[in-house]
């Protein structure tokens, strides 16, 4: 057989048909579609998921939405409380047309609201007397009518539980302009002296009715309640006096006119009025009259970045705790995201169904967030009103704009926390998933060397920021630090993993789950540190603040002295020291009683404006470098070694000198001098000398005295200065004083007078001791006490305890979450156990151990975390003391011992938590392969 090789034809290969070239515009058009599509179907394939995996939607809208909620509700209170420039001109005027408030008698400048003026040449002269009824309407005109409105009085009246002090308001409420300032709820108006109107909170305090009579503090006057009445504008224990029941010599804090014009209060008589010195609030506004809302104007650049930063904390505690929900979506929905994957999806394409979970919950969780917190602000507004602003709102109004960020935010958030588990569906092995296989993908170096990386620059910014004593930096560097620690959770938890496996069969499960769902675990980990960690470093710095607190305080008087002042001086009659030392006895367990005596100047012209009597330093002693003065850092090095700058700033700031006329017998009660001291000291006095408490006025023996009188009406002023012999007490407690005996105050021209008593008790009166004291001395008038209760450090045990049960919470939170999501993921696990045999009470503790890992390892991480953040914090502030000038208290370095011991026995709750309500029966299925 012969074989021939077919010949090779040659042919004709035309080239390419090449079609017309799409222009860029077509090319991007189509893109914009194929994306917008793969979002679309996302977006379904998501609210199909949501509504077939319900109980984690649930929990997921729940932790979103929480949030979101108290934030929209504290946004539209707010919203409803600031007033609108016409609720605020109604609130304030009534029916008026205007309100007057008459300050000087020379021209003004106001602005355009009223509130604020300066005189118009720069000298003021004060408008003394008060002004009647028919001299403002003779600046206004003819057919003009005027009431007056007093605020501010307080009203000491009797009730049930003892002396209550009311808020009065002096106005006729008869007269229409000034019965538009309330809301009458029942009876009449004051049409008498004796008659008053009182509001509902005053109403219930005093536990009275409408006819009931009410007796003032003194008992002098009786007023019959007539009405019940509500001022918008403070909601509080206020009463209502008819103008006649109070004299018009009467202190006045506040007093304003509400007045009606038969025009228009324009601008030409606003001015006529500030050139009589007379503030107007017209309801017409000037057009230069802006009301911006209240935090506009005052917000510092500082404290809004740590607003923002703080906000960041709290987005990323968000994003921590939805995260496992979504990693163990994920693994769940393997198989599908598989059957994507073979259906021709890339990695983008998987990336965005699981955003778009993110997207889906995020929209339903700000929409119900928002939803929920606006009617709960408009359901629970009067509460707000009566508790917590103490004033009526305007119109039911939310902050749009507000909750639009809020809801965008809500939406960031759900995003967030679907980015880690969108990245690990990416790269899943598409056989595995087909398979139902878990193939976790091994950690990579590039999180780990991430994470130092942070952790070792948010620390070194944060150590920047404290030299610099800049809060938004450290907290940046610690916002940098903690998300490090994120990123390098992973790790950690694959290191443990293996070194559990000579742990017994529970613990190692329990590990091995958590290393090999590092996406549910880990998120679930950083949450419980990042809650630990925030309310330990709060905890240490309160703690550290409380005992800095303690030890820069001076007290007044020795500890369990109390100090007796009339609220009324001048008042007759004056109880005597001996019916002032029986009821001391009597009612406070008094064991000594002594008079207060101050000195006052007085001249044969009549009495100084101003009178000022204390020791004068000697030149050489007295610290060159004054305090609160623009010094250089090298002048407060020197003012800090300085021996003549040795007090502290409480001493500089505070540096008053009590000046007292005693004979001896106050002393050992003011000052706890001891029995020598005071022998010595009470000798001086008897010989017509002085006695100071600080060493630095005395010279040579004697102390320079310093007599200063002012008149102000004159513009005359005279100093005169007197060496007496004196005497030092060794340091005492109190502030600086000078006692005066009474022949040196008669040499230096001075008048002692009765100021009050001091007692010396074995140990603080009670309130209730103090109550019946001032009631026994009623008949003399009004006596307020002064109690020492001594340098006791700051108890911020109830805070330190709020906070750590606020992070328990998180962290058991976090923990069940997390427990129940590996639980529900490992159950085909569970029921291989149950197949070879192992007891029912193996999966109780699988979940407990389960939940120890996750609160325990969290728990640890945070109190390492928030100690060292308690540290950077306050070295940071130290370091600023450190130069400060005049010298201040540091602040130590303590250990929150309340909030750690709290936050130790947590993870004990979770785990007990998770073993108490987790089923113990393993679940046996069958398998069809």
């Not at 007397?129 to 005027?146: F, I, N, Q, W, Y």
């Not at 995003?415 to 193939?439: F, K, S």
């Not at 419980?528 to 710095?541: D, H, I, Q, T």
Request: charged share 20%.
């Amino acid at each position: 057989m012969t074989l021939r090789r077919t010949p090779l034809v040659r042919r004709r290969v035309d080239p390419p048909a090449v079609g017309p070239v799409t222009p860029p515009t077509s090319l991007g058009r189509r893109r914009f579609a194929e994306l917008t599509g793969s979002w679309r179907a996302a977006l379904r394939i998501a609210r199909r998921e949501s509504r077939r995996a319900r109980r984690r939607t649930a929990l997921v809208l729940a932790m979103i939405a929480l949030p979101v909620l108290v934030l929209a509700f504290l946004t539209t209170s707010y919203d409803m409380s600031d007033l609108t420039p016409q609720e605020r001109v109604d609130r304030r005027l009534g029916v008026a047309d205007a309100e007057l408030r008459w300050f000087a008698d020379t021209p003004l400048v106001q602005d355009g609201w009223g509130d604020s003026w300066y005189p118009r040449d720069g000298s003021q002269s004060a408008f003394g007397r008060p002004a009647t009824a028919a001299e403002v309407t003779a600046l206004l005109g003819p057919g003009s009518r005027v009431t007056e409105v007093r605020t501010g009085s307080p009203v000491p009246v009797r009730g049930p539980r003892g002396d209550e002090t009311l808020q009065g308001r002096v106005l006729d409420l008869t007269d229409p302009l000034a019965r538009s300032l309330v809301r009458f709820r029942s009876g009449r108006a004051p049409q008498q002296p004796g008659e008053v109107a009182v509001s509902p909170a005053a109403l219930r305090r005093l536990d009275v009715r409408l006819g009931d009579a009410v007796a003032t503090a003194d008992r002098a006057r009786t007023y019959t309640v007539v009405g019940v009445v509500e001022f918008p504008d403070d909601l509080g224990p206020v009463v209502a006096l008819h103008p006649a029941a109070v004299g018009r010599a009467d202190p006045q804090t506040d007093s304003r006119w509400l007045v009606d014009v038969p025009g228009v209060v324009d601008a030409a008589m606003v001015s006529r009025l500030n050139d009589h010195g007379v503030v107007v609030a017209s309801r017409h506004l000037p057009a230069s009259a802006t009301w911006p809302r209240s935090w506009i104007g005052y917000a510092d650049t500082t404290d809004l970045s740590t607003g923002v930063l703080i906000a960041g904390l709290g987005l990323l505690e968000v994003v921590l705790l939805v995260g496992p929900a979504f990693a163990v979506g994920v693994r769940r929905r393997r198989r599908d995201l598989a059957l994507v994957a073979v259906a021709g999806g890339d990695a983008a394409q998987l990336r965005r169904v699981v955003l778009a979970d993110g997207v889906v919950l995020g929209v339903l969780g700000a929409a119900a967030g928002l939803l929920l917190g606006v009617g709960a602000a408009f359901a629970g507004r009067p509460l707000m009103e009566q508790y917590v602003f103490g004033a009526r709102f305007g119109g039911y109004r939310c902050w749009p704009s507000a909750l639009v960020v809020l809801g965008g935010v809500a939406v960031l958030a759900g995003v967030l926390a679907a980015l880690a588990p969108a990245w690990t569906a990416a790269r899943q092995d598409v056989i595995a998933g087909l398979a139902g296989r878990r193939t976790p993908p091994p950690p990579r170096a590039r999180a780990l060397t991430l994470g130092l990386t942070l952790v070792v620059g948010g620390a070194a910014l944060a150590a920047f920021g404290a030299s610099r004593t800049s809060p938004a930096v450290i907290l940046t560097g610690l916002i940098l630090g903690e998300l490090g620690l994120v990123c390098c959770t992973p790790t950690l938890i694959g290191a443990l993993a293996r070194l559990g496996r000579v742990l017994p069969l529970a613990p190692r499960i329990a590990l091995r789950d958590a290393s090999r769902n590092r996406a549910a675990a880990a998120p679930a980990i950083c949450a419980v540190m990042a809650a630990v960690a925030s309310s330990v470093a709060l905890g240490g710095y309160l703690t550290s603040d409380g005992v800095r607190d303690a030890r820069a305080y001076r007290p007044m008087l020795p500890t369990g002295h109390v100090l007796i002042n009339p609220q009324e001086p001048g008042r007759q009659p004056e109880p005597t020291l001996a019916q002032v030392d029986a009821v001391a006895r009597a009612q406070l367990g008094a064991t000594a009683v002594a008079p207060v005596r101050m000195p006052l100047c007085s001249s044969t012209d009549g009495p100084a404006d101003y009178c000022s009597v204390g020791p004068e330093i000697p030149p050489e002693r007295v610290c060159p470098f004054p305090p609160g003065g623009d010094l250089s850092a090298a002048q407060r090095r020197q003012a800090r070694a300085d021996p003549r700058c040795r007090d502290r700033a409480a001493d500089y700031f505070d540096n008053g000198v009590e000046t007292l006329v005693d004979d001896g017998s106050a002393l050992p009660l003011l000052t706890g001098a001891d029995a020598a001291a005071t022998a010595a000291a009470t000798a001086v006095l008897r010989a017509g000398g002085v006695v100071v408490t600080n060493a630095r006025y005395l010279h040579d023996g004697r102390v320079t005295v310093q007599v200063m009188e002012v008149r102000i009406g004159r513009d005359e002023a005279t100093t005169t200065r007197h060496d007496l012999p004196g005497y030092a007490l060794p340091p005492t407690v109190g502030q600086p004083r000078l006692l005066l005996s009474a022949s040196a105050a008669r040499q230096l021209g001075l008048n002692p007078v009765e100021a009050g008593w001091v007692v010396a008790t074995p140990a603080p009166p009670s309130q209730r001791r103090q109550d019946r004291f001032t009631n026994d001395l009623r008949a003399f008038g009004r006596f307020s006490l002064q109690v020492e209760h001594g340098a006791a450090p700051r108890d911020d045990s109830p805070l330190l305890l709020l906070l750590a049960a606020a992070a328990g919470m998180i962290t058991v939170g976090a923990a069940g979450i997390a427990t129940a999501l590996a639980a529900a993921e490992s159950r085909a696990e569970l029921s291989t156990l149950a197949a070879v045999g192992a007891a029912p009470a193996v999966r109780r503790l699988l979940a407990i151990c389960q939940a120890g890992v996750i609160a325990g390892l969290g728990s640890v991480l945070g109190i390492v975390a928030g100690l060292g953040t308690a540290a950077i914090v306050l070295f940071s502030a130290n370091r600023e003391y450190a130069t400060a000038w005049p010298a201040r208290e540091p602040y130590p370095y303590l250990v929150p011992w309340p909030a750690l011991g709290v936050l130790v026995l947590v993870p004990v709750v979770a785990m007990l938590g998770a073993g108490l309500f987790t089923r113990s029966g393993l679940p046996i299925e069958r398998r069809l392969d």
